[in-house]
């Protein structure tokens, strides 16, 4: 076995100080904001996502508010084609004999 030296056993306390340190602390994968654990810590952390730019929740974030314009947009336009169909056919019967005349002409085909 061999003996370890002064400067060997300063390195050891040096990365034991380490990873108690460690222990103490998360970072943030995407930015390397620290964040001390404590009773707080998973409140720190949701809110540090929510505030970090590089954190990839925000791409999803974005993608959300894109889809659901475009969703508000296609009800728009379908509410738009609905109430013309119906200022063309009325409500009701009318509009039941349009739809199954639509189905009927489907099924010829
Ligand atoms: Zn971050």
């Known amino acids: 076995m061999t003996a370890i030296t002064h400067d060997e056993?300063?390195?050891?306390?040096?990365?034991?100080?380490e990873v108690e340190l460690m222990k103490e602390h998360t970072w943030c994968a995407y930015c390397g904001h620290e964040i001390h654990i404590d009773d707080e810590a998973a409140t720190k952390i949701s809110e540090h996502i929510m505030a970090c730019e590089r954190h990839p929740i925000h791409i999803?974030?974005?993608?959300?508010?894109?889809l659901r314009k475009r969703c508000e947009e296609a009800e728009k336009v379908i509410k738009a084609h609905v109430l013309q169909c119906r200022g063309w056919l009325g409500d009701g019967a009318e509009w039941e004999k349009y739809v199954d005349s639509l189905y009927a002409l489907k099924e010829a085909k």
Request: net charge neutral; hydrophobic share 55%.
């Open 60 to 66: 999803a974030l974005a993608d959300n508010a894109a």
């Open 9 to 17: 056993m300063k390195e050891l306390a040096e990365a034991r100080r």
